[in-house]
């Protein structure tokens, strides 16, 4: 058993109307996704991010005002969940809402152990 | 409070540098996270493993994103703060930046209610 | 403006339980304080809304609305909070963003707080809090009581309940009491409790004397609302929370004649009989059909069928003691106690006369228990007046009147006293 984290990237852009039928709907099936994960023991945490964030990098510590990357790349939100093995966290990813978007892009990452 | 998220890109991957200087960076990251800890400003981070897959409605590519500027992810942190100005300041203090990575700071979201 | 203002304390009683009901389910019995919170905000915002705007079309759904958004500010505010536990499973997802309105609407839906209602009543019947801090509980947050009414009805200083409703809060705080319904096996003897609860809940609305009748007919009308919730609710349709349900129509039935527009209390056999509730008696009936189910036998389905006799009885005199003599013999077989025994002496004294009375009434066993009881000394003077010994009649009614709690008790004894006389 592992932690993996699921980045979201892509997927709707601004312009959405979050109060349509459709976005509901979308919301709706979010909530089936993550309810699963949790009913198995599987989900830790999820949140959505905001579209503006700044970058700071360098020896100089220069900062940058976001977005970053190319809109398709770009970070949406996070999920940290639990699964047996690699293959079944993309398993996992695979039911993710954001790919109901063309653009939408879930990235799966498996949480590095500290050494001690 | 907000929350904010820091995502912790590019950077020197500890086996290109020496056991001092990976010492070095383990205590600067252990008094940066302590003094998040002690002002109640943290609530998660991890580093991730460098391989990654992702994921798309038509197929998965056994590669974690890459963007050519920013690098791949390889770590985070879910911190909190007043603003985006005092969470750009945590992420100035990073060892991650003294590290030659770079970090995104990210605002958690609100989604609106239904 | 005022109008308004009796609006929302009308919508405060019926609507501030359901409220509270599925605020404790968010927020968890130890955080009773946050949905009080929550509703107390949601009206205050209601009020001053409404003085400005007018009333909305629903109002109900607009304090739904708005209680719902605040609570959804406060999970906001408080996702990492120690004070707040959002481990479970229906609350972890209120933690993350992208499912904490759906969840949230889901916890809202209409259909479902019939179940948070009852876990509710659970909680606060929890076998671990006193009686009276079970009743007191349940007024404050089921019923929508202020602690000024609550006090009023018991007679008592708000300072008492407000400590006892303190000492029920640390209760919940400690123990952290997880709102469900028991399971099959403990169902019976927890719904017991809350009938029990019930059962004082509406005695202390229909026999304690004092002058604040309206509040009183609240306790009696809250009783009614809380039984039938159970009588509604597949998981407590047991065959006495039907029987309870009857014993209170019946004795709601009679309610409005048993005090003069003075308010003072007029009895059985005074009471002007054209007065009383028949569509209530009726309904009373459909619940006995509903109780009788089962094998099950309990005080309160006898007690229900004493009520219905006197319910269809022409008159007094023409009531069929003979069957209420007998249903009383039948409690004192398996609910014994001094007061039960009591009131049979009375239904004795009607189908075998004074002699007889008295003569069961020396058998009482632990007849001691009943020497400050003013009814006691009130029944003796009647049985000792009817077999024709004026003087014991007399010191007994006058034992009778000092014991009496209220001055209308007081009145009514010394009335049959004053009648010792003309005889």
């Known amino acids: ?116 | 409070m907000k929350e904010y998220l820091l995502l912790l890109r590019a950077g020197k991957p500890a086996s290109t540098k020496t056991e001092a200087e990976n010492k070095a960076e383990l205590q600067a990251w252990g008094s940066f996270m302590g003094n998040l800890q002690k002002n109640g400003q943290i609530t998660g981070g991890l580093p991730l493993v460098s391989g990654g897959k992702t994921v798309s409605a038509a197929k998965i590519s056994g590669e974690p994103v890459n963007s050519p500027k920013e690098g791949i992810i390889g770590g985070y942190l879910i911190i909190k703060a007043k603003s985006l100005e005092e969470a750009v300041e945590i992420a100035k203090a990073c060892p991650h930046i003294e590290n030659e990575g770079n970090i995104e700071v990210r605002e958690i979201g609100v989604m609106p209610a239904m | 403006m005022d109008n308004i203002n009796e609006i929302s304390s009308q919508l405060f009683r019926r609507e501030s339980g359901k409220m509270i009901s599925i605020l404790t389910r968010i927020f968890g019995t130890e955080n009773l304080d946050t949905a009080e919170d929550v509703v107390q905000q949601t009206f205050i915002e209601a009020i001053q809304t409404w003085k400005i705007k007018g009333l909305p079309e629903n109002p109900a759904g607009w304090l739904f609305l708005v209680a719902k958004n605040k609570a959804i500010d406060i999970i906001r505010k408080n996702r990492h909070s120690v004070l707040y536990d959002f481990s479970n499973d229906e609350r972890n997802l209120l933690k993350s963003e992208y499912t904490l309105a759906s969840t949230m609407d889901n916890l809202w839906k209409e259909d479902l707080i019939a179940d948070d209602q009852l876990r509710m009543m659970f909680a606060c019947c929890h076998p671990e809090i006193a009686k009276e801090n079970q009743i007191t509980l349940i007024l404050k947050t089921l019923c929508g009581f202020t602690t000024a009414e609550i006090a009023k009805a018991f007679l008592s200083s708000e300072d008492t309940v407000s400590k006892r409703l303190y000492r029920t809060k640390e209760f919940f705080r400690k123990a952290r009491i997880a709102l469900k319904i028991p399971s099959v096996e403990e169902l019976k003897s927890r719904t017991g409790t809350l009938l029990t609860a019930i059962y004082l809940l509406f005695n202390e609305g229909y026999y304690s004397s004092g002058n604040k009748k309206l509040i009183r007919k609240e306790l009696i009308e809250e009783a009614m609302l809380l039984c039938k919730l159970l009588t509604e609710n597949e998981h407590t349709q047991l065959p006495e929370v039907f029987a309870l349900m009857a014993l209170i129509c019946f004795h709601s039935a009679r309610n409005d004649s048993r005090t003069s527009p003075e308010g003072e209390i007029i009895l059985l056999p005074y009471q002007d009989r054209s007065k009383w509730d028949q569509s209530l008696i009726r309904e009373g009936s459909h619940y006995m059909d509903k109780a009788s189910f089962g094998n099950a036998l309990t005080s309160y389905h006898i007690e229900a069928a004493i009520a219905y006799e006197h319910c269809i009885a022409k008159s007094y005199a023409e009531t069929n003691w003979k069957l209420i003599l007998d249903y009383y013999q039948w409690i004192c077989l398996f609910y014994p106690s001094p007061i039960t025994e009591l009131n049979k002496v009375v239904a004795l004294m009607q189908v075998h006369g004074a002699r007889a009375a008295l003569l069961a009434m020396e058998e009482i066993k632990d007849r001691k228990k009943l020497e400050s009881y003013y009814l006691y000394h009130s029944i003796l003077g009647e049985i000792h007046a009817q077999s024709g010994d004026r003087s014991a009649a007399g010191i007994y009614y006058a034992r009778g009147i000092e014991l009496a709690p209220s001055e209308i008790e007081k009145k009514i004894i010394r009335e049959k006293m004053e009648g010792l006389k003309m005889e």
């Open chain 1, 1 to 116: 058993m592992g932690e993996y984290l699921l980045l979201f990237r892509g997927g709707q852009d601004g312009g959405t109307d979050h109060f349509s039928e459709k976005w509901q709907q979308h919301m709706h099936r979010w909530m089936i996704w993550m309810a699963e994960l949790q009913k198995k023991g599987q989900f830790l945490s999820a949140q959505p991010l905001r579209h503006e964030g700044r970058q700071v990098s360098g020896p100089e510590k220069t900062i940058k005002e976001g977005p970053f990357m190319e809109g398709n790349e770009k970070v949406s939100g996070y999920l940290l969940c639990n699964a047996d093995n690699f293959d079944e966290a993309v398993e996992l990813a695979m039911g993710c809402p954001v790919l109901e978007f063309e653009s939408g892009k879930v990235e799966v990452r498996e949480i590095q152990e500290l050494k001690v």
